[in-house]
């Protein structure tokens, strides 16, 4: 019977043990507050490199709690997001933020929208001028 409440409990300790982070800030909050407000804002514009469709901050992924942690830690030595942003940038790439830099690389996500939009009313003035 030891065996059997030996397993279940083991059974029971594995789900909690698998989501615990190997990254002590990821569900930790700075101590100062405006530190961590300043990480909090800059978790909301990163993008889960895990999920693609969430924020580090929302992201219950593995990889979005240690970039959390990342946010953190730099924060908290004293750098400022801007700087944290780019060194993440120079790590994973633009892909890691949702508001990417205009470059090569970049442009037709910058130009596509612009370039639907004139697409957009072309056809609507065709369409209106049709039924006059």
Do not use: H
């Not at 909090?40 to 693609?52: G, K, N």
């Not at 709690?65 to 830690?73: F, K």
């Not at 370039?115 to 957009?120: C, D, F, K, R, S």
């Amino acid at each position: 019977m030891s065996v059997t409440l030996g397993t279940l409990l083991l059974a029971l300790a594995a789900p909690a043990a698998a989501q615990t982070s190997n990254a002590p800030l990821a569900y930790q909050q700075l101590r100062d507050p405006a530190q961590e407000k300043q990480a909090r804002a800059l978790m909301e514009t990163l993008r889960c490199l895990v999920c693609q469709s969430q924020s580090i901050a929302d992201s219950d992924a593995d990889m979005a709690g240690e970039m959390r942690a990342l946010v953190r830690q730099r924060i908290a030595a004293g750098e400022t997001p801007a700087q944290v942003r780019d060194w993440l940038i120079q790590r994973y790439g633009d892909y890691v933020t949702y508001d990417p830099p205009l470059g090569r690389a970049t442009l037709a996500l910058w130009l596509a929208p612009l370039a639907l939009l004139a697409l957009g009313g072309w056809l609507a003035r065709g369409s209106f001028r049709r039924r006059r």
